[in-house]
C-alpha cells in the first residue's frame, strides 16, 4: 500500500513540476518586452554598494545587459567586448551597465580583473532581473534548470526601449549593437 502512495506521490509531483514551468513559460512569453515599451523602473546597489537607478541614465541612451554570471566565459566574453569596445559605445552616446544576481564583492572582483570600465548592479535578490523578464527556464549540457536569460535592451533618453538583443553574439556584441544605430 505505501509503495502506491509513494508512486502516485511521485507521479502528482511531476506533473506539478511540468504545470509549473510551462505556466512560467508562458507568463514569460505574455510578459516579455518588447520595442517601444517603457523600461521597467529599478533602483539597486551597484558593486561598491551605491544606489543606482534607471533614473540615473535619464537622458542618455543606455545599453543595459543582463548576463547569467561573473568569470564565466561567455559573460566574460561579453563584458570585455563591451568594455573593449566602450569609448565608440560612448561616442554614439551609449551608456553601459550590466546587470547579474551575483553579489557586490564579485562585482568588484570581475570590474578589477577584466577592468570593465562601467558599473555593474548585484540583483541579488532577482528584481530587477525579473522584472525585465530575464529570469526563466533554460538548458546547458541537457540539464533543465531557471536562470538568467541572456538579454541586452537598449533604452533610449527618454526611457522607452528601443532595441532588444535577446540572441547575443558574446564576443561581437559592442558590433551587434552599433550596426543598429
Known amino acids: 500500500m505505501l509503495k502506491i502512495y509513494s508512486k502516485t506521490f ?3 509531483n511531476f506533473i506539478l513540476t511540468f504545470v509549473k514551468k510551462s505556466i512560467t513559460s508562458l507568463l514569460r512569453i505574455m510578459s516579455k518586452l518588447k520595442i517601444g515599451d517603457k523600461a521597467p523602473k529599478f533602483t539597486g546597489k551597484d558593486e561598491n554598494g551605491r544606489d543606482l537607478s534607471l533614473s540615473d541614465y535619464a537622458g542618455k541612451k543606455l545599453v543595459l545587459y543582463f548576463y547569467p554570471k561573473d ?4 559573460c566574460t566574453a561579453e563584458s570585455c567586448n563591451l568594455g573593449e569596445n566602450y569609448d565608440a559605445l560612448r561616442k554614439k552616446g551609449f551608456e553601459v551597465l550590466g546587470v547579474s544576481a551575483d553579489s557586490q564583492k564579485k562585482h568588484q572582483g570581475f570590474i578589477k580583473k577584466y577592468a570593465l ?3 555593474l548592479l548585484a540583483d541579488e535578490d532577482k528584481k530587477v532581473i525579473e522584472a525585465y523578464g530575464v529570469w526563466g527556464p533554460k538548458k546547458f549540457m541537457g540539464v533543465d534548470f531557471d536562470g538568467i536569460i541572456r538579454t541586452t535592451f537598449v533604452i533610449d533618453e527618454k526611457g522607452i526601449i528601443e532595441r532588444v538583443f535577446d540572441k547575443v553574439e ?3 556584441h559592442s558590433q551587434q549593437i552599433l550596426a543598429t544605430y
Do not use: L
Request: cysteine-free; hydrophobic content about 15%; overall charge positive.
Open 71 to 74: 568569470n564565466t566565459p561567455g
Open 10 to 12: 511521485v507521479y502528482y
Open 170 to 172: 558574446t564576443k561581437n
Open 117 to 119: 570600465p562601467f558599473r
